[in-house]
């Protein structure tokens, strides 16, 4: 007979309480110490793992929404380099599409699967959204494998966007761009101010809100791109900002038809559209929208419609792509030349003219 001593737990001074055990053979008395000690809790947190005992560590665990909380504090929120309108674009990401679907649950719960799912919900969302929530969401995974809660980014498995194509922006037509000149004179001044620096000048809505009277240089004919008003998170009152990017800060030419409009125009405060010494809210800047569509009668009018035309009348009158870039304040030469020029008649009918001259030449 065998006879071995099992420890069994420990006592209130923490030594070991031992409990005699006795088998016939040695592979017996094993099993039976085996089942004594799983039974008595001795073994805490550690476990029988191919035959070792390894202590189990316990599961880090963190829901969604306060993994992207984190996140959304360290890397965005107290960002300085982060523009106030880009942190917002985070906030409403997560507010208002990511959380109703994903915030409560675990971070480790969440597959691939989970995130399919998300993006088939949002079916009518714009393919863009879809892609900007899936680089949110990669860089929430990302920053919790590096805090060790998962392993794995279930927002880079095989994943299929089934958002809706955005409805690729037009430019004026001709005659468009000439009607909206000739009807200038019948819209509000500072209706029709706005619309100059945007038709003739390329500006975006937000520079053109953010225009003031330092910023136009009469004597030199140009103008100092240096600021925006921008709706931040969908506020009411605009708050004045740099723009939009570094290649937006630029000087451009104050064009002749602008100018003129200026010079009639009595100043009255620092912003040229604005109320007085405060740019438009942005309640004033869509009553002035449904003016100028009234008086213009371009159903699809928007006010980047104005900027996409003004490219693409740059480009019809021979200017190279790289000098309308600059003009217009884009940080890539691809956006002017594949979003912001667009195709004309005028443009096919010099390609089809240009064509046959050659072949004419040839033959």
Request: proline share 3%; charged share 30%; net charge positive.
């Amino acid at each position: 007979m065998i006879r071995r001593r099992v420890p069994v737990g420990l006592n209130e001074i923490g030594k070991p309480i031992m409990r005699q055990l006795q088998a016939k053979t040695e592979y017996e008395l094993m099993l039976r110490a085996a089942k004594l000690i799983v039974e008595s809790g001795v073994l805490g947190n550690y476990i029988l793992s191919d035959g070792t005992s390894e202590k189990k560590e316990e599961k880090k665990t963190i829901s969604f929404r306060d993994m992207a909380e984190w996140w959304y504090r360290v890397y965005k929120q107290d960002n300085p380099t982060l523009k106030p309108a880009t942190s917002n674009d985070y906030r409403r990401m997560l507010d208002k599409v990511i959380y109703p679907v994903l915030g409560d649950k675990l971070i480790h719960e969440i597959t691939t699967t989970s995130i399919q799912e998300l993006l088939n919900e949002g079916k009518n969302m714009a393919a863009s959204t879809q892609t900007k929530m899936l680089v949110t969401l990669r860089q929430i995974f990302d920053m919790a494998i590096q805090e060790q809660y998962i392993t794995i980014n279930p927002a880079k498995g095989k994943l299929t966007k089934t958002g809706v194509e955005k409805k690729e922006g037009r430019a004026l037509s001709q005659e468009e761009w000439l009607m909206v000149q000739s009807k200038l004179p019948e819209l509000l001044e500072q209706d029709r101010v706005l619309v100059a620096l945007m038709m003739y000048e390329g500006l975006r809505r937000g520079e053109a809100l953010g225009l003031t009277w330092d910023n136009v240089d009469f004597e030199e004919n140009c103008i100092h791109v240096t600021q925006q008003a921008a709706f931040n998170n969908g506020a009411n009152t605009a708050t004045i900002q740099s723009p939009k990017t570094k290649t937006s800060n630029r000087t451009i030419p104050l064009v002749k038809p602008l100018k003129e409009i200026l010079e009639r125009m009595k100043r009255e405060g620092q912003f040229i559209v604005g109320n007085k010494d405060t740019p438009y809210t942005k309640s004033m800047l869509v009553k002035a929208l449904k003016r100028i569509k009234k008086i213009l009668q371009i159903d699809d009018l928007h006010p980047h419609m104005f900027r996409y035309s003004h490219a693409t009348v740059l480009h019809e009158l021979g200017i190279d792509d790289k000098t309308i870039q600059q003009w217009e304040g884009h940080a890539s030469q691809d956006t002017t030349t594949n979003i912001y020029i667009k195709g004309s008649q005028k443009m096919s009918d010099r390609a089809e003219a240009a064509l046959s001259d050659f072949a004419a030449s040839k033959s």
